[in-house]
């Protein structure tokens, strides 16, 4: 617990990280705080209109150690991957928890991922059970065959054709359990990275990333814990935005988290939503505020927040500015990435924010702008983001990848690929990125998975996929497509495309924009040069119709 009287500067000058021999997410997030205060409340669980349901920490503990022993009776164990694959639920708590307690590898997985993502990613990663829905279950299922380690498919909503009755199973389960002994570097959670460069990559932490988080996420929301906070985030708990911005670190607090109604984001049900269930702690994506920012002022009457972060992509200073008068309360910024998440930040109360900033270096954390010759840049110069290592949030390494994990670092520096200026007060305001990484309403999403999924039409030659600016999202992703000998485009043959993605990848994958082009530039080693069309794409943001290309823009849905 960071001193409340402390200022940023103070703090940070005072911090030290503990050094625990052991160390466990699982003890850290619930068992200690079953222990101590078991009938306080955990989960709010109002996924149902009108229907809340309170889950306290004694109830989760004992719904943790049954599903422990169900998936310790099937043989997983330490260093296993488990996959989770549901949305905001008790049941995507428990699971994370008692795969931590098991010291196995949670995977999590987004519900809105296709086949073609779920393929990749628990083929790469070796998973050994997947916890699941029947819909889950029914997309897995179709990939069986390719996928040698799977054993078990559990679903939590009841028998099915595709999957174990997971709730059956821990009916019959003992509710004693004692969490296996962990290390703080011992591998806990893997989350697949973007694909900016090639497949996505399994990105390991170990139990230390909760501890990482904590002194991050305690500033960011004006000293967690407080009288009456209760958090809530739209960001799915897949992400580590939902997952390690929100969830797990709130919880460690002792402070409850709302698990909410899933789909598309409508602002002002969120704003009545927070309202009545009396939400005062909040991480919200920055599209998420640009989107709150346009519904009805008169929903916004009666929010009474204590706290808002948000991360996931710049927020821009209209949106900062618009927040402090409309919200009653200051946006706190963070940054960081899947590698090193939560290393830069923001915290209104201690006089540390500023419109179209990031923030400064958390406490504990050693961030620089490093210029091509690895040297720390001087402020008002752009550099790299570069974070120091050791330190506990950065990643043990990309899962049976030594050269990319070795790559991604100079030194000692992680490189974040991002770029960034500094001021003389040592706040850092986002730039850009030096790789193709596309930031579209809080998902960073990589192009080479997209393009490989294009090709896969019947009717696509070659594809290349930027994203394009966006007053709303930030940027849309936008596909440049090389059509087959004979194929003749059409406005129905974009939405054929459009849809092919999006049942394969993703929803928030898919592209919004398609252009049918006759040449895809590549360098002489077969790559696509995407500078070309993202130049394309930025001045057709800027211009009232498309340079160089036949466009078939499709309308959000």
Not at 139 to 159: F, M, N
């Amino acid at each position: 617990m960071l001193p409340r009287a402390k200022s940023w500067d103070e703090i940070a000058a005072e911090f030290r990280w503990p050094r625990p021999t052991t160390y466990n997410i699982a003890v850290e997030v619930c068992e200690r705080r079953a222990a101590a205060s078991p009938d306080a409340p955990a989960i709010v669980d109002a996924r149902d209109e009108g229907r809340i349901e309170v889950w306290s920490y004694r109830r989760l503990s004992l719904a943790v150690h049954r599903l422990s022993n169900v998936l310790a009776a099937t043989g997983i164990g330490r260093g296993d991957r488990v996959a989770i694959l549901l949305p905001q639920s008790p049941d995507t708590v428990i699971a994370h928890l008692a795969v931590y307690a098991l010291a196995a590898v949670a995977l999590p997985l987004a519900e809105v991922f296709g086949v073609e993502a779920l393929d990749h990613r628990l083929g790469d990663a070796g998973v050994r059970a997947v916890i699941t829905h029947h819909a889950g279950a029914a997309k897995i299922a179709a990939l069986a065959d390719r996928l040698p380690s799977l054993e078990t498919i559990w679903c939590v909503d009841g028998p099915g054709a595709h999957g174990e009755d997971l709730a059956a199973a821990t009916a019959r389960a003992s509710d004693a359990f004692t969490p296996v002994t962990t290390g703080p570097d011992d591998p806990a959670l893997m989350i697949y990275t973007s694909g900016t460069t090639g497949l996505p990559k399994g990105a390991l932490h170990g139990h230390r990333v909760l501890l990482g988080h904590l002194p991050g996420v305690q500033l960011a929301h004006e000293f967690l814990p407080a009288p009456g906070d209760l958090m809530w985030t739209p960001a799915d708990w897949a992400w580590a935005g939902g997952l390690l911005n929100a969830l797990l670190p709130a919880l460690a607090f002792g402070v409850p988290v709302v698990a909410g109604r899933g789909g598309r984001f409508d602002p002002d049900r969120a704003v009545r939503s927070i309202i009545d269930l009396g939400v005062r702690n909040v991480f919200l994506p920055p599209t998420a505020l640009k989107m709150m920012r346009s519904g009805t002022p008169a929903a916004r009457k009666g929010l009474s927040l204590r706290s808002v972060a948000s991360a996931g992509e710049a927020l821009g200073r209209e949106t900062w500015e618009w927040g402090r008068s409309a919200l009653g309360v200051a946006i706190n910024e963070w940054y960081g990435q899947t590698e090193c998440n939560l290393v830069l930040g923001s915290a209104a109360g201690l006089g540390v924010s500023r419109a179209g900033a990031i923030g400064r270096p958390v406490p504990g954390h050693r961030v620089a702008l490093l210029g091509p010759d690895g040297a720390p840049v001087r402020p008002g110069e752009v550099g790299q983001i570069a974070v120091a290592r050791p330190d506990p949030v950065m990643f043990l390494g990309y899962w049976n990848q030594p050269a990319a994990t070795a790559a991604k670092f100079r030194g000692d520096w992680l490189m974040t690929g991002d770029q960034g200026i500094a001021d003389d007060d040592g706040y850092v305001t986002f730039v850009g990125r030096d790789d193709d990484l596309i930031t579209s309403s809080g998902y960073r999403i990589g192009p080479a998975e997209i393009e490989d999924c294009l090709i896969g039409h019947p009717a696509v030659g070659f594809a290349a996929v930027v994203g394009k600016p966006d007053r709303l999202r930030t940027e849309i992703v936008k596909a440049y497509v090389k059509l087959r000998d004979g194929v003749e485009a059409s406005p129905a043959l974009a939405e054929a495309i459009r849809a092919h993605v999006r049942e394969r990848l993703s929803a928030h994958e898919y592209p919004r924009e398609i252009a049918f082009v006759d040449e895809i530039p590549m360098t002489t080693t077969g790559k696509v040069i995407r500078r070309f069309f993202r130049e394309d794409a930025r001045a057709e943001a800027g211009s009232d119709g498309p340079l160089g290309a036949r466009s078939d823009r499709v309308e959000p849905t």
